[in-house]
């Protein structure tokens, strides 16, 4: 009997690179991702400090639309502190600052530790921590608030929110301005970017939040 011998035909494996063309293809998949994707990582920190700016001005907001619908509810008595509404230390304006919305925990409401005071009744716990820069009678220009609140964010490094006097005159006071340098991990603010500020006006309550362009170096 013959034995024929069969031959095993293996596949050896082969070890292959990519081709010039399947590289080119991977390096433009890669430009287009840097392109779109990239940038929508890096911009989510400018989101996020968005986000928590707007949540401060919808909380301030809403404080201060719950201080004056207390004091209505408490009989819309002038010159006294609002019970009842967070500690109960919180006056309500009246006359020229408006009637029923808060102007601080000393009735007067004329310099920026009013404003601090304001801040502090309106938002109470977990707010976010301020430094207080100026005086009513210097801070009528852009410039003259940019200048106090690189100046406090500075010296207050920890501080979120730096507070002004929001002016119409030498010695005419009409709410606050808030301006957020909390997005600065050295405090200072003195970049050329915009800084988004929230203000109160305590002749009507109106709360809005702004912008304003630092361009001093």
Known sequence: MKVVNMQK??????????TIIELVVVIL??????????PRFIDVTDEAYDAAVRGVFGG??????????QWVANGQIPDAAVTSFGDGTAFAGSGAMGAGYPIGADNSFDDAADCADVWVDVLQGGRPETANAGNPAA????????AVVEAAAAGTPSAEYIIVSNTTGPTTKTGCLFYYVGRFSSGSSTATRQIPFIS??????????SEQLFDTD
């Open 60 to 69: 301030f907001a809403t404080g201060v639309g719950l201080f004056r619908a």
């Open 29 to 38: 998949l890669l430009g287009i991702l840097a392109a779109t994707a990239l």
């Open 9 to 18: 035909f293996g596949s050896k494996a082969r070890s292959a690179g990519f």
């Open 200 to 209: 109160y006006s305590a002749a009507n309550g109106e709360v809005s939040l």
């Open 139 to 146: 801070l009528a220009s852009d410039a003259a608030r940019e």
